[in-house]
């Protein structure tokens, strides 16, 4: 996972804001930590991950000992109070979400960032568009959320395609666009890299035009 680390890090240099200038820094889907133990040599910043597999939690609880974890459902709430962190980040994690537990983990890593905060996410995009069929692609391209076998919400079997429009059209009452990288996610080669910063507002529902 050192490409996802040299990734995320070349995306914070973009904007100016290195990963030591954090304070606290919290990864949505953990898993074992894969990522997260990679920061074992950052100074400065607090760790702290979750994910909704226990199995997951309790080997990085064990075997990585400079993050707090903890487990979440499928669905929100986090155990983290208000305005908890500076930096959030998910990698892989929304392309196997649809649309209706996607608006409501947006609302809450808006709730635990604080203000101005930074939102790091992996999405799937045109790098993937060989693995849609033909009418997935024509609903991509005019900018449509594409989602395949929601029944399987939270695992590898679901997978969801981003356009770029979508994420700046839909999810901007909350979150703006500072960096859109193509292909920028070195450690799952074809998802794009997104920078989003936190945005001030009491709308809640993202989904709404």
Known sequence: MEKWRNAFRSALALIGRPIETFDTIFELGCGCGRVLRQWNDVEGPAFFGSDYNPAGIEWAKANIGFVWFATNDLTPPLHYADRSFDLCYAASVFTHLPENLQRPWLDELHRVLKPGGILMLTLSGNGDLVRLTAEEQKDFIKGELVVIDEKFAGTNICGVCHPES?????????????????????????????VLERVETQQKDVGTP
């Open 166 to 194: 979508y994420v700046r059209t839909k999810w901007a009452p909350i979150f703006n666009v500072l960096r859109f990288i193509p292909e920028g996610a070195l450690g799952c080669p074809k998802q794009d890299l997104y």
